[in-house]
T-cell receptor, first 113, second 109 residues
């Protein structure tokens, strides 16, 4: 099934631990994004990649890192998780950065204790 | 600063019409988007406006006034499955999407 896949769906993590959220798309989209969604707030962009091999910082990048080694994969890493990183994380992709229609993964619910 | 405002929650009756407003202040404008998000699910694209006026797509329509920094999403013939959050987003001068917090729409029989 074509689309965008995230893993894990849900995770409880101890503070200080390292965590990588995986994101894979099979639509050959150039642009990919990581957002976090918190109650009462709009989606906030963490990092983005306009094309394989390039990444950029979004609105809330601190504590997170990404890589884009190929077109399909865009993992998000929390080097040392903190409770304020408890959130729902959405990976999204679009054909290119000028296309506003984003295709979202199903989300990863992360709880940091 | 950049800001997107939309009502937190609205209630409407099945079969009726509802209008969800969105006002924005952003650094630059390269289009306005509406997404639907059911509880516990991912957002899905509904509409895109870049020029002033009304875009109609079935039961859903979206309107834009760039001079007023204003948009609305109009939902007609409401169905129970329309109960969801509706997210307004503006693409700024850096081609990044700035998102509103969403409007939770509750449909009552």
């Amino acid at each position: 099934i074509a689309g965008i896949t995230q893993a894990p769906t849900s995770q409880i993590l101890a503070a200080g631990r390292r965590m990588t959220l995986r994101c894979t798309q099979d639509m050959r989209h150039n642009a990919m994004y990581w957002y976090r969604q918190d109650l009462g707030l709009g989606l906030r962009l963490i990092h983005y990649s306009n094309t394989a091999g390039t990444t950029g910082k979004g609105e809330v990048p601190d504590g997170y890192s990404v890589s884009r080694a190929n077109t399909d994969d865009f993992p998000l890493t929390l080097a040392s998780a903190v409770p304020s990183q408890t959130s729902v994380y959405f990976c999204a992709s679009s054909p290119d950065r000028d296309t506003g229609e984003l295709f979202f993964g199903e989300g990863s619910r992360l709880t940091v204790l | 600063g950049q800001n997107i405002d939309q009502p937190t929650e609205m209630t409407a009756t099945e079969g009726a019409i509802v209008q969800i407003n969105c006002t924005y202040q952003t650094s630059g404008f390269n289009g306005l988007f509406w997404y639907q998000q059911h509880a516990g699910e991912a957002p899905t694209f509904l509409s895109y406006n870049v020029l002033d006026g009304l875009e109609e797509k079935g039961r859903f329509s979206s309107f834009l006034s760039r001079s007023k920094g204003y948009s609305y999403l109009l939902l007609k013939e409401l169905q129970m499955k329309d109960s969801a959050s509706y997210l307004c987003a503006v693409r700024d001068s850096n081609y990044q999407l700035i998102w509103g917090a969403g409007t939770k729409l509750i449909i009552k029989p």
